[in-house]
């Protein structure tokens, strides 16, 4: 267990819909990753927050936005969902934001859109 | 832009043996991370090892080790006296000073035969 969570686990909806992925960091870490990982894309960074500010964006579609909150939870945001945004989605925290700092991966949240 | 190859989709193993998996990535960069992620049936994403680039001694972690040789840009992780639960997915990842985010290679797929 990372200490990462992630809610929910599974996630099953349809096309035109939005959905939020939740996710806490382990404790004492401010930094939060998220990241998609589908069967032709592999393993994707979408996201990266610090203390609540966002540091970089990867490849992530506009219909998708995030945001860390005081508490640092954060959540992701896919809206107008197509059935390409099926697939796994990680969140990852670290303490800080350099890259020297070891991310910690969540379980996940396996979405499918029908 | 960096990028991180596996050569190798799938490999196996017997039980007890060793087994070496395969990693190679491109940077023009100086200062930068190495990872071995595993990835179970569980989907939980498990950092294995993980090696500082300006540090010439290769990491080793339990009958996880890896060779590192930074002219070749060659990073290969070596499963000593292999285990049932080692079966999984194993990605390599890279990450540079600066970076947000973890590049991900495709991926090589290890099964563990009794």
């Known amino acids: 267990d990372s200490g990462v969570t992630q809610t929910p686990k599974h996630l099953i909806t349809a096309t035109g819909q939005r959905v939020t992925l939740r996710c806490s960091p382990r404790?004492?870490?401010?930094?939060v990753y998220w990241y998609q990982q589908s069967l032709d894309q592999g393993l994707q960074f979408l996201i990266h927050?610090?203390?609540?500010?966002?540091?970089a964006k990867g490849n992530i579609l506009e219909r998708f936005s995030a945001q860390q909150f005081p508490d640092l939870h954060s959540e992701l945001n896919l809206s107008s969902l197509e059935l390409g945004d099926s697939a796994l989605y990680f969140c990852?925290?670290?303490?800080?934001?350099?890259?020297?700092?070891?991310?910690?991966f969540g379980p996940g949240t396996r979405l499918t859109v029908l | 832009a960096q990028t991180v190859t596996q050569s190798q989709p799938e490999m196996s193993v017997q039980e007890a043996e060793t087994v070496t998996l395969s990693c190679t990535y491109d940077?023009?960069?100086?200062?930068?991370?190495l990872f071995w992620y595993k990835q179970p049936p569980s989907r939980q994403m498990i950092l294995v090892i993980r090696?500082?680039?300006?540090?010439?001694q290769n990491a080793t972690e339990n009958r996880f080790s890896v060779n590192f040789q930074k002219a070749a840009k060659s990073f290969s992780l070596k499963i000593s006296d292999s285990q049932l639960g080692d079966a999984a997915m194993y990605f390599c990842?890279?990450?540079?000073?600066?970076?947000?985010?973890?590049?991900f290679g495709q991926g090589t797929r290890l099964t563990i035969n009794p």
């Open positions: 927050y610090y203390n609540g500010e966002e540091r």
């Open positions: 940077t023009s960069e100086s200062d930068y991370y």
């Open positions: 990852a925290s670290s303490v800080g934001g350099g890259y020297t700092d070891t991310q910690y």
């Open positions: 990842a890279y990450r540079n000073q600066g970076a947000q985010k973890l590049v």
């Open positions: 090696q500082e680039a300006y540090k010439q």
């Open positions: 404790s004492g870490d401010l930094s």
